[in-house]
T-cell receptor
Framework: AQRVTQPEKLLSVFKGAPVELKCNYS??????LFWYVQYSRQRLQLLLR??SRESIKGFTADLNKGETSFHLKKPFAQEEDSAMYYC???????????FGTGTRLTVIP | GAVVSQHPSRVICKSGTSVKIECRSLDFQATTMFWYRQFPKQSLMLMAT?????????EQGVEKDKFLINHASLTLSTLTVTSAHPEDSSFYIC????????????FGAGTRLSVL
C-alpha cells in the first residue's frame, strides 16, 4: 500500500532563509510524486511534479529513490510562500492521488 | 483555463436528509474526476474515482451506497450523501484530471457539509 509522510505539520522560517519541506513515501513500484500548494482562501493547485524536473516559483524537488524522499526546497523564502503544502503520490499507471498530511509554511517578515 | 467549479460551497442539513454536491469542469472535458474528504487539520482522503459513463471506483472503507457518485457527462460529476448523519459532516473536495497532461488534477474549492 502507498503511504506519504510529511513529518512537519508546521514550519516557520524567516524571509530570505532557505526552506525545506520534507516528504517521504512508501510504494512498492515506481510512483509519480507531486507537490500541491494551497494559499490562503484559494483552492489546492499543483506546484510541481518530479518528472517535470523544473523549478516553480523558485521551488525544486528531487526524487530520491534510495531514501524514498521528495523534499521541497527553496533557497530564499518569500512572504508569499506562506501556504499549506501537500506532498502527493500517484502509483505507476494510476491517476489517483494519495496525499500526505500537509505542512503549513509560515514565512516571517 | 482548467477551472473546476464545485457547488454548493457550504450546506447545512438535517440528519436523515440527502445532499447533492456538484463538480463541474468549466473549460475542459474531464473523463475522470475524483472526490476527496478532508477532516479538520487532516489530509485529503481519496473517496472515489469517478469515470464518465461508468461506475465509480471507491476506495476501501468508503460506503458506495452512502456516497453515490454519478458522472453522466464529461463536465459534471455529482456526489450525493444519502441519509446524512452528523458523522458525515466534513469538507468534501472534488478534482478533475486535465486533458493536456496525464495525472494533473485541478481542484474545486470544496464543500463544507454540516449535518445537524
Amino acid at each position: 500500500a502507498q503511504r506519504v509522510t510529511q513529518p512537519e505539520k508546521l514550519l516557520s522560517v524567516f524571509k530570505g532563509a532557505p526552506v525545506e519541506l520534507k516528504c517521504n513515501y512508501s510504494y512498492s513500484g515506481s510512483p509519480e510524486l507531486f507537490w500541491y500548494v494551497q494559499y490562503s482562501r484559494q483552492r489546492l493547485q499543483l506546484l510541481l511534479r518530479h518528472i517535470s524536473r523544473e523549478s516553480i516559483k523558485g521551488f525544486t524537488a528531487d526524487l530520491n529513490k534510495g531514501e524514498t524522499s521528495f523534499h521541497l526546497k527553496k533557497p530564499f523564502a518569500q512572504e508569499e510562500d506562506s501556504a499549506m503544502y501537500y506532498c502527493a503520490l500517484s502509483g505507476a499507471g494510476a491517476n489517483n492521488l494519495f496525499f500526505g498530511t500537509g505542512t503549513r509554511l509560515t514565512v516571517i517578515p | 483555463g482548467a477551472v473546476v467549479s464545485q457547488h454548493p460551497s457550504r450546506v447545512i442539513c438535517k440528519s436523515g436528509t440527502s445532499v447533492k454536491i456538484e463538480c463541474r469542469s468549466l473549460d475542459f472535458q474531464a473523463t475522470t474526476m475524483f472526490w476527496y474528504r478532508q477532516f479538520p487539520k487532516q489530509s485529503l482522503m481519496l473517496m472515489a474515482t469517478s469515470n464518465e459513463g461508468s461506475k465509480a471506483t471507491y476506495e476501501q472503507g468508503v460506503e458506495k451506497d452512502k456516497f453515490l457518485i454519478n458522472h453522466a457527462s464529461l463536465t459534471l460529476s455529482t456526489l450525493t450523501v444519502t441519509s446524512a448523519h452528523p458523522e458525515d459532516s466534513s469538507f468534501y473536495i472534488c478534482s478533475a484530471e486535465g486533458p493536456w497532461v496525464k495525472n494533473i488534477q485541478y481542484f474545486g474549492a470544496g464543500t463544507r457539509l454540516s449535518v445537524l
